[in-house]
């Protein structure tokens, strides 16, 4: 009985299930990238804001901040209709890197890095991509 109970309380509070959405901030940047996220723990609670960004795979979604001197160009990917994991993953962070690329002071991708990911029902892998210059 003890063991149910202290499982059900595991998952209430979220531990066993989808990570917490993470919100794309300039803010948030070095913390996100000292714990990364692979795209096996893509699956999230709800969709996070960065997602929502993106309507079509074919679109470049991207945006900047600046903090600290710095800024940081944040690039969205997204993939439809791929069932290979690995495949799916490295489509949508190849078109998050393509995203930066559009945001002109994207143009050399050294140092860029994924930050996050979203796998929604249906099978639509998201990526979150991050250039700090």
Do not use: C
């Not at 901030?25 to 723990?41: D, I, N, Y």
Request: no cysteine; net charge positive; charged share 30%.
């Amino acid at each position: 009985m003890a063991f149910a109970l202290a499982l059900a309380a595991l998952v209430l509070l979220g531990a066993a299930g989808p990570a917490r959405a993470w919100e794309a901030k300039a803010s948030k940047v070095a913390e996100r990238l000292s714990r990364p996220r692979t795209p096996a723990t893509a699956r999230q609670w709800k969709k996070p804001g960065w997602a929502k960004k993106i309507r079509s795979p074919e679109d470049k979604v991207f945006w900047s901040e600046k903090l600290g001197g710095k800024t940081h160009v944040f690039g969205v990917g997204l993939v439809r209709g791929v069932d290979n994991p690995g495949l799916r993953a490295s489509a949508a962070a190849d078109r998050a890197r393509a995203s930066l690329l559009e945001g002109k002071e994207g143009a050399l991708l050294e140092g860029a890095e994924i930050l996050d990911w979203y796998l929604d029902r249906r099978g639509d892998m998201y990526a979150l991509a991050v250039l700090v210059r």
